[in-house]
């Protein structure tokens, strides 16, 4: 299956992705993922990247479009894939589509997890991710093992400021994507609210 996951900054794109991908057995592409591991690299391209994640604002399209084209173009993701965090502006959905074409691809669908503004930046906040096996955790509400605390990292751009940004740019630019998708008819909607199990059996659903 090919699969786009579209939704807000702390929407559980992440986690629920990991659960997905190992359900279907295909390779998850997150590209917020591929440019926090060029930061630590230190590429070219993470310094570049870098400045915008800060920020919260996202990196221009033909630095993000590059990447892509050639991640898809690599053989592990022949048979399928689910791509999380892009694409996120339609000039970026309309390189897809154009990508998907040479590759004479298709996506099966778009799900789109809804989670309203007011949860987002208190979900934010308390993330925190464990680099050993890439599992999310969140403060309060799924606390992780005590043993582990000091080994888990806090992202630079998991702050209020950088989240309000985050926001203003999927609203502003990330959000056109849904009539895109639409127009397709290629667009789920999942309830992005209540148990990460709940959401995962939606996700599964709403797929199928
Ligand atoms: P994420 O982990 O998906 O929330 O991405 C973290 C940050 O990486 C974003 O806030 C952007 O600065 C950058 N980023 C990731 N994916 C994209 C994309 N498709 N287009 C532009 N910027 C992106």
């Given at each position: 299956m090919r699969l786009i996951f579209i939704g807000p900054p702390g929407a559980g794109k992440g986690t629920q992705c990991g659960r997905i991908t190992k359900k279907l057995n295909i390779p998850h592409i997150s590209t917020g993922d591929m440019f926090r591991a060029a930061v630590e690299q230190g590429t070219p391209m993470g310094v570049e990247a870098q400045r915008y994640m800060t920020a919260g604002e996202l990196v221009p399209d033909e630095v993000v479009i590059g990447l892509v084209r050639e991640r898809l173009s690599?053989?592990?993701v022949a048979e399928g894939f689910l791509l999380d965090g892009f694409p996120r502006t339609v000039p970026q959905a309309e390189a897809l589509q154009e990508t998907l074409k040479e590759l004479e691809q298709s996506l099966d669908a778009v799900a789109l997890l809804e989670v309203p503004d007011d949860l987002i930046v208190e979900r934010i906040v308390g993330r925190r991710t464990d680099p050993e096996t890439g599992r999310i955790y969140h403060v309060t509400f799924d606390p992780p093992p005590i043993q582990i605390i000091p080994r888990l990292r806090h992202r630079s751009d998991d702050t209020e400021e950088a989240v309000r940004a985050r926001l203003e740019a999927y609203h502003g630019?990330?959000?056109?994507l849904i009539p895109f998708y639409e127009e397709l008819g290629l667009l789920r909607r999942v309830d992005g609210v209540g148990e990460v199990d709940e959401i995962t059996e939606r996700l599964m659903g709403a797929l199928r």
């Open positions: 690599k053989s592990d630019q990330t959000a056109p």
